[in-house]
């Protein structure tokens, strides 16, 4: 695999990090926790291998809770504007979950599958016929 740099960060800019390895996999995961965390219909996690990554601006805060599945899974995120950063769990040490979202360029993001479907929402698929806009809807 090549490897390559990845950077993103938080909203307001205040968090930064790198990572310098492989994507391994990305998939979406529609349960309930990760809904609530990303405030949609579901999540995309990039999974990357820990020692390659580094915050290098900023400090993060973090939060614990244990899963449907049972484990405890730390959800790691900008202490001033609150954005999702990246997922970690006991049980894979050796790997961290990027929230896709926070990376700069996320265009090296193809997710190959998809867990939690149970928990799926049906509003989830969004139809090409909706008139699409290039910026935003006008609305208010």
């Known amino acids: 695999?090549?490897?390559?740099?990845f950077v993103g960060g938080c909203l307001c800019g205040n968090v930064r990090y790198a990572y310098s390895g492989p994507i391994l996999d990305a998939n979406y995961c529609h349960c309930t926790d990760c809904r609530r965390v990303t405030g949609s219909a579901f999540n995309v996690g990039v999974r990357i291998r820990a020692a390659e990554f580094i915050i290098t601006q900023g400090e993060v805060r973090e939060f614990t809770k244990q899963g449907d599945s049972g484990n405890s899974l730390?959800?790691?995120?900008?202490?001033?504007?609150?954005?999702?950063?990246?997922?970690?769990?006991?049980l894979h040490d050796d790997f961290?979950?990027?929230?896709?979202?926070?990376l700069d360029d996320s265009s090296a993001i193809v997710p190959t599958d998809q867990s939690w479907i149970s928990s799926a929402v049906s509003w989830a698929n969004i139809?090409?016929?909706?008139?699409q806009h290039q910026k935003e809807s006008g609305q208010s």
């Open 1 to 5: 695999m090549k490897k390559l740099q």
């Open 74 to 90: 730390t959800r790691h995120f900008c202490g001033n504007c609150g954005s999702p950063l990246y997922t970690s769990s006991p």
């Open 96 to 102: 961290l979950f990027i929230k896709a979202g926070s």
């Open 127 to 131: 139809s090409p016929d909706l008139p």
